[in-house]
């Protein structure tokens, strides 16, 4: 059976497509809320004898047990947390429209309980109790983050790219050489993890500068409404109107003999102190670029050093920071690449934001109310396919807003 034939075609107005939701994530950070969902195909059932193993789906179905297997697709939804009851009003009206988050056989296992994972699945679970009459299953944000890089570099393809000069370059990732490698998580603050294997991992560092710092502080110095707002002006600025080259210090040439040319940024925002200017003498947009810049930079040097200090080449980023923004990933690119004199790499992930919810997601799998088998949602997403994707435009990798992935869930 080739997973390439179960893919639908998208509705512009998914509730009128869908089949029914049988398991929900959530991801509930300091900025924003992750959702990943599964809509079973309408007619998508296929019950299975338990057999060793099948060429089509290889190690899934073992000993004698029967396994269903539900064809649908994952789906993906982003709130902001401050927003949340746009959240709980979106869950609900998919509990109403479909009929709950029901066991899809037995309803009587069904026990109204969500995984969720992030800081927010405790500070919220009993406004979600209450609104919702959903419990939180809470999965630790760590273990989350993991298992959902390890299952998108290893089980989806064109997942992982280089951004350099401009451009995208996707790799391939060879499973039996991932590890060792660095996550660098940038979502309202940043979280570094060497990664060992599967649920093999350490916490070695953070920074309380990143991504709530750009959007609060750019927001406090520019005054814009959004956070897409900022990066747009960011887009259009210029960094050095503020920040303080080297150039500027050496009297517009380069500090050579340490390795320092005239355009580096020498002190970010540095030209603030002697410019005799207020913060509305400065452009919103130029004031947005230094931001960034100095926030990316950062970023991409502590990652560096983390790196270096376990002596580990590859550096993948994560965290809806980087929301494929072309300036960031330049930032953190060239940042990795200076400080490493090539020796490491940054590389950057399609679902980037979206790693803590599909752990969250797959843990379904490891300890589920309808005994999942462990592996098995991600064994079948290895062999999903987006070419049928209607959402997917290869020519540059993007994905639509709208973006689903194919997949087929293994129960018990
Ligand atoms: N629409 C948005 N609203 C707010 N922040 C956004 C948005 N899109 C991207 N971001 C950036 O992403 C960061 C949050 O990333 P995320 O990985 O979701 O972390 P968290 O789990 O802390 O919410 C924000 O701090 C901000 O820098
Ligand atoms: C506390 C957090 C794990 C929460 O995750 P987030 O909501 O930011 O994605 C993260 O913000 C973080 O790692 N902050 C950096 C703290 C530090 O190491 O200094």
């Known amino acids: 059976m080739d997973q390439r034939q179960t893919a639908i075609v998208d509705n512009p107005d998914p509730s009128q497509s869908l089949g ?14 992750k959702v990943v969902y599964f809509s079973r195909n ?7 004898k338990g057999e060793s193993s099948s060429n089509d789906n290889p190690g899934v179905f073992n000993g004698n047990r029967k396994h269903t297997v539900l064809k649908g697709k994952l789906h993906f939804a982003k709130f902001e947390t401050s927003k949340i009851n746009d959240c709980l009003e979106f869950i ?3 509990k109403h429209h479909l009929g ?6 037995n309803p009587a296992k069904d026990k109204k309980f969500i995984k969720a994972t992030g800081g927010g699945a405790y500070k919220f679970a009993e406004l979600f109790k209450e609104k919702l009459g959903i419990g939180l299953d809470k999965e630790d944000e760590m273990d989350c983050l993991v298992a959902g890089a390890n299952f998108l570099l290893k089980a989806v393809p064109r997942e992982v790219y ?3 000069d401009g451009h995208k370059e996707f790799l391939q990732i060879d499973h039996n050489d991932l590890y060792p490698y660095l ?3 940038i979502g309202s603050g940043v979280s570094m993890i060497k990664v060992d294997g599967d649920g093999k991992f350490e916490r070695v560092s953070g920074t309380n500068v990143g991504g709530g710092t750009f959007w609060g502080l750019g927001r406090l110095l520019t005054r814009c409404k959004s956070f897409d707002e900022l990066l747009e002006l960011s887009h259009r600025g210029n960094n050095r109107v503020i920040d303080m080259l080297v150039g500027d210090i050496y009297g517009g040439t380069d500090y050579s003999k340490i390795g320092l ?4 940024i020498a002190s970010s925002f540095g030209k603030a102190i002697s410019d005799n200017k207020e913060i509305d003498d400065y452009k919103p947009e130029d004031v947005a670029r230094s931001l960034l810049r100095m926030i990316s930079n950062n970023i991409g040097q502590i990652s560096y050093l983390n790196a270096l200090r376990f002596g580990l080449k590859r550096i993948f980023f994560g965290g809806f920071f980087i929301q494929g923004h072309p300036y960031t990933m330049d930032t953190i690119s060239v940042a990795v690449h200076f400080w490493s004199k090539g020796e490491a790499k940054a590389m950057f992930l399609r679902h980037e934001g979206f790693l803590g919810v599909l752990g969250a997601f797959m843990s379904y799998a490891k300890h589920s109310l309808d005994d999942s088998v462990v592996n098995q949602s991600m064994q079948s997403l290895v062999n999903g396919s987006y070419a049928s994707d209607t959402n997917y435009n290869p020519q540059n990798g993007d994905w639509s807003d709208n973006e689903s992935i194919p997949c087929s869930l293994y129960t018990a």
């Open 162 to 164: 280089t951004y350099v």
């Open 261 to 264: 040319s005239s355009t580096t």
């Open 42 to 48: 309408r007619d998508s059932s296929v019950d299975h």
């Open 100 to 105: 709950g988050f029901q066991h899809h056989e």
């Open 92 to 94: 609900s009206s998919k």
């Open 20 to 33: 029914q939701i049988s398991h929900l994530a959530l991801d509930i950070g300091g900025s924003l809320i």
């Open 183 to 185: 996550l660098v998580n």
